[in-house]
């Protein structure tokens, strides 16, 4: 049986993000899924992809983008989760925050890119700058697809901004790495730093490629994800 591909978006994209790497996966035999990452605290978005999890039959092979790396290191760990794939994604460890992880080293710009919008209950939602989203965010994405992408960003809660992660899945399930050069949100320092301390299975580094890998480099992604799921 194939591996099912659930795949969990980041911060300030949403799921059809995806959508040039599921093609490739649907055209390589795999059922995949993209459910939409709530993106409002790191334990209850990481309670609703395990809520999917549970549905699925037969093996997983979990995917996340960059925020969405920190969702599924904390989902709940189950036998049919085979493989984490870590694309352009965090890997927390455990009392780690984004925030810990993104200043780690330097070359982390798109930070100083976002505004809040408060909120009632107090905490408020990250997006970024229209205006700076196609430089710091998918430089090597065409014009009026980033402009089409900056509107429908999904923002990013302080509450799973700021949340530590839990014990995380990558102690227990294999990982694999595949991370941008050219990233502005997270430097690729942390990436080899995170693959490393994860032991992962295999690293890739894609030359010239900005943080939104999916979108920019969807052939590279699903050839990733293609082959770590021929290996599980």
Same mark, same amino acid.
């Not at 409002?40 to 609703?48: F, G, K, V």
């Not at 810990?100 to 890119?113: C, S, Y």
């Given at each position: ?52 999890? %549970? /549905? ?6 979990? =995917?996340?983008? $960059?925020? @969405?790396? +920190? ?36 070359? %982390? /710009? ?6 809040? =919008?408060?909120? $009632?209950? @107090?905490? +408020? ?108």
């Amino acid at each position: 049986m194939n591996p099912t591909i659930v795949l969990i978006h980041g911060a300030f994209a949403e799921s059809a993000s995806w959508n040039g790497v599921i093609s490739r996966l649907q055209a390589a035999g795999h059922r995949a899924v993209a459910p939409g990452n709530p993106l409002r605290s790191l334990s209850s978005d990481a309670e609703s992809v395990s809520d999917l999890l %549970a /549905t699925i039959d037969g093996p997983v092979v979990l =995917v996340g983008h $960059s925020y @969405g790396g +920190a969702v599924i290191s904390n989902v709940t760990v189950t036998e049919n989760v085979k493989a984490l794939v870590y694309v352009a994604a965090l890997a927390p460890d455990k009392g780690e925050t984004t925030p810990d992880l993104l200043g780690k080293f330097a070359g %982390a /710009t798109l930070g100083e890119h976002l505004y809040e =919008v408060p909120r $009632s209950d @107090g905490t +408020a939602d990250v997006y970024v700058l229209r205006e700076s989203y196609h430089e710091q965010f998918c430089a090597d994405v065409p014009a009026e697809q980033a402009a089409l992408d900056a509107a429908a960003q999904r923002p990013f809660n302080t509450s799973a901004l700021n949340a530590a992660s839990a014990e995380p899945a990558w102690k227990t399930i294999p990982s694999w790495f595949i991370s941008p050069m050219r990233d502005l949100a997270i430097p690729l320092e942390t990436f080899r730093f995170m693959a490393d301390r994860a032991n992962a299975q295999e690293t890739v580094e894609i030359a010239g490629a900005s943080h939104a890998l999916p979108v920019s480099q969807p052939q590279a992604v699903a050839d990733f994800i293609l082959r770590v799921a021929a290996a599980v």
